[in-house]
């Protein structure tokens, strides 16, 4: 069975950081390019950040960039997703999700090949 476990939110202040973890099981880890996705109450889900599945590329919305970092350890089927500097807006369901695409450049796949989705971890920030 295909899973993908979020965890690693939780409140914290404005400033303050966060490390969520992305568990993956039943499937080749090695294959896929992993994305991190968020959506806030009333909002869209929205692309955050994503790796591709050789490590040597990443993506970040603009948003982000400079305060998340992306990271992906092959040998514990395992991405993180670290959250420094953390703002008001970032408060969302924080989700992973896969992608077997083979583009080499993370900034030009559409959020349509990502599949299969963790159930999400909760990040709100205070101001």
């Known amino acids: 069975e295909v899973q993908l476990v979020e965890s690693g939110g939780g409140l914290v202040q404005a400033g303050g950081s966060l490390n969520l973890s992305c568990a993956t099981s039943?499937?080749?880890?090695?294959?896929?390019?992993i994305g991190w996705f968020r959506q806030a109450p009333g909002k869209e889900r929205e692309r955050v950040s994503c790796i591709s599945r050789n490590d040597e590329s990443t993506f970040y919305e603009d948003s982000v960039k400079g305060r998340f970092t992306i990271s992906r350890d092959n040998a514990n089927n395992t991405v993180y997703l670290q959250l420094n500097n953390l703002k008001a807006e970032d408060t969302a369901i924080y989700y992973c999700?896969?992608?077997?695409?083979?583009?080499?450049?993370?900034?030009?796949?559409?959020?349509?090949?990502?599949?299969?989705w963790g159930q999400g971890t909760q990040v709100t920030v205070s101001s």
């Open positions: 999700t896969r992608s077997l695409t083979t583009a080499r450049d993370m900034a030009i796949i559409p959020p349509a090949v990502f599949e299969t």
């Open positions: 039943g499937f080749i880890f090695g294959d896929y390019a």
